[in-house]
DNA sequence: CGCCATTAGTGGG
DNA sequence: CCCACTAATGGCG
């Protein structure tokens, strides 16, 4: 494989109100249980309430307040009953059609062929590159057919993530191209630049069951939620629910592909395979937009 | 009754 | 063999 020269160690610059708003995020899906009160929460950033209060409301479109609760089992399971609705059958989307137009992100997708997902990468060339996000440093990989990877990584795990990543098409080739990633970044993570007219289009590369999965996920709404064992419904193998569990957590494209919008039966969040307190961040955030 | 922990069955990789 | 699942079961207030 090829391994890549440079992996930033840490950009997410201090004291900005970016650098607050993920430093409140991370007291409030760490510290839910408690159900800290914004004086506190201000007190440990040594801001004034008020002041967060607004910082904080401007990026989530949620106060802290309201934000803890987005994150609480209860939501979750309310998320989970108020649905059965449309939800994941067929796209038939409001004013626009064709297989390929989904619902909320605006994505189109291709999957990879059989023969070319037994190849692991061969003859793929992929460029990454690292970007602040509102979840965390963000990796993003591209190719020429589409967005092909989203990871997340910690501070300092930047490296490990790259990893995490190459090793799952180890044939293909790496090249840091953080001017050709940049501009992916910046609409992934702006609602505001999510349109039908310049869809994003994305490249997945899985097994056909896994494509089938990821394909389902792209069905849930915005602000909505499913569980594994739907989703294993939705695609004729009610059986298959931990199956599908995997699949979810191979997803490559993540946030992109929603598969944090997938939970267990009884509400509870179950896992992420970039941690379960981002996965909350991701929600909590999403309740906000919704 | 509700809330855990354990167990067995599960399908894909 | 491993697993981001679930339904069923049994213990314990």
Avoid at 164 to 177: F, K, T, V
Avoid at 218 to 231: E, M, N
């Amino acid at each position: 494989m090829n391994v890549a020269t440079s992996i930033p160690t840490d950009i997410t610059p201090e004291g900005t109100d970016y650098d607050t708003v993920t430093r409140v995020i991370a007291m409030l899906t760490e510290d839910y249980r408690e159900q800290p009160s914004l004086e506190s929460l201000a007190r440990r950033l040594g801001q004034s309430p008020t002041q967060l209060q607004k910082v904080f409301t401007r990026w989530a479109g949620l106060s802290p307040k309201a934000f803890l609760q987005a994150i609480t089992l209860d939501h979750a399971k309310r998320l989970l009953r108020q649905e059965d609705l449309p939800l994941l059958e067929t796209s038939i989307e409001i004013g626009l059609s064709g297989p390929s137009r989904l619902h909320d992100l605006f994505v189109t997708h291709e999957a990879m062929s059989p023969g070319e997902w037994k190849a692991r990468g061969a003859g793929l060339t992929i460029r990454y590159g690292f970007h602040p996000s509102p979840f965390g440093t963000a990796l993003v990989m591209v190719t020429e057919r589409g967005l092909a990877g989203l990871a997340f990584a910690d501070s300092g795990e930047e490296h490990a993530s790259f990893e995490d990543m190459a090793s799952r098409w180890p044939n293909a080739i790496y090249l840091e191209d953080s001017a050709a990633t940049a501009r992916y970044a910046a609409r992934i993570f702006d609602p505001d630049r999510w349109s039908a007219e310049e869809p994003l289009r994305i490249f997945l590369i899985g097994s056909d069951f896994q494509v089938r999965v990821w394909q389902t996920l792209l069905k849930i709404p915005l602000g909505k939620a499913t569980t594994y064992s739907k989703i294993a419904e939705n695609i004729g193998q009610p059986t298959a629910s931990r199956a599908v569990g995997a699949a979810v957590g191979r997803n490559p494209i993540s946030f992109v592909v929603p598969c944090h919008r997938a939970l267990g039966k009884a509400g509870d969040l179950t896992g992420y395979h970039w941690g379960l307190t981002r996965k909350r961040a991701i929600l909590g955030w999403e309740a906000g937009k919704a």
